[in-house]
């Protein structure tokens, strides 16, 4: 769409120049009266990009699902962001805390006559998340253990005591939430006060990593690929580089009656985080270079003179004031900067091309 719009305005510059019509020749012609100036033509790397709006926000949706039993006397609020070994809330003033790892909880976690009794996915997460808290070392749990030892035992009483509960050493269903990463809240589902039952939602959250979503024309999908490299323009008109990280493959259906065309979505994530403030759900950019070429020679679009047949051309100005015309065949369009790729055996870097004055 953004070439066909180029072209256009190509096409437009080209039928009003006196030139534009002319056919090409070796002849050298006289100068114009139309108000013009020199572009230097060059050889440089050029990227085509294409542009379209997208959202900024956090990656992912988390929710948090209370295995508890009781009254829900402490909830977080709305932007809070948990992280591991933190209270994510409490029931009947027992807290809740956040563990990392994929496998929720679905059952009581303790020490069995011997460690090969209680063994699972849940056990080895639980164990990296108690190594990582330092309530053991990796000599006492290694990377991988999905047993529950003694030490295992040592390490969740010492959990406890932070958490200022009894210390059992077990991992009682309900006392602990598992989630893949930090969570930050962005909609509390519970009332305070209110009844806790298992399997009741109790918070949306998201992750903390920054991230924009693209709905893009599925029609576009083959222009883009995981790795391509972005700028992303924020609210403030500040500009961060990005990397898209997915491309989607199913298209979404516009809403009935809807005049806009199915969309695939496409995440990109921000090279420099921090760069991206703290703007929530925020609407931004992002120019999303599609090709590049390495050594190209490039003119000005602006230079571009459409031929009465088919084709295009440059205007060349040679000393003492001569001008002629060299037919050209169009590559990459760098919309950003209003370069072309251009491709003739008679044109070379350093020459000067006629470009309109504006």
Do not use: C
């Not at 013009?36 to 060059?42: D, E, G, Q």
């Not at 051309?313 to 001008?323: D, I, K, P, Q, R």
């Amino acid at each position: 769409m953004l070439l066909v719009v180029v072209i256009a305005a190509v096409v437009v510059a080209g039928t009003a120049h006196p030139f534009a019509t002319t056919s090409p020749s070796n002849a050298a012609v006289t100068d114009n009266a139309d108000p013009t100036s020199l572009a230097t033509v060059a050889r440089q790397d050029l990227s085509s990009q294409t542009e379209v709006a997208a959202t900024l926000g956090y990656a992912g949706t988390l929710s948090v699902v209370n295995q508890a039993q009781g009254t829900v006397t402490a909830l977080p609020t709305s932007g809070q962001v948990v992280g591991q070994g933190q209270v994510l809330y409490r029931v009947d003033s027992n807290p809740v805390v956040l563990l990392y790892g994929t496998t929720p909880a679905y059952r009581s976690l303790s020490e069995g006559a011997s460690p090969s009794d209680v063994t699972g996915t849940d056990v080895a997460e639980l164990n990296a998340d108690l190594v990582a808290l330092d309530y053991a070392t990796t000599t006492e749990i290694p990377a991988g253990t999905d047993e529950f030892t003694a030490w295992t035992k040592d390490a969740v009483e010492k959990l406890q005591a932070a958490l200022g509960v009894t210390q059992t050493g077990t991992l009682t269903l309900g006392q602990a939430v598992f989630l893949p990463t930090a969570a930050r809240v962005t909609t509390v589902s519970a009332a305070l006060g209110g009844p806790a039952q298992p399997g009741q939602p109790v918070v949306t959250a998201t992750s903390t990593i920054r991230q924009v979503s693209v709905a893009l024309d599925a029609d576009q999908q083959s222009e883009v690929a995981v790795g391509d490299k972005v700028t992303i323009t924020l609210p403030n008109d500040q500009t961060t580089p990005g990397v898209i990280t997915s491309v989607g493959t199913v298209a979404t259906a516009p809403a009935e009656g809807s005049d806009s065309t199915p969309t695939i979505t496409v995440l990109v994530n921000p090279s420099d985080p921090t760069a991206t403030g703290s703007w929530d759900q925020a609407p931004v950019n992002v120019a999303i270079t599609t090709a590049t070429a390495h050594d190209a020679l490039v003119v000005p679009v602006d230079a571009l003179l459409a031929l009465g047949g088919e084709g295009y051309a440059v205007e060349v100005s040679e000393t003492g004031g001569l001008h002629h015309l060299i037919p050209v065949t169009l590559g990459l369009f760098d919309d950003a900067d209003g370069l072309v790729q251009v491709t003739s055996s008679s044109l070379t870097a350093g020459q000067h091309v006629v470009v309109p004055t504006t």
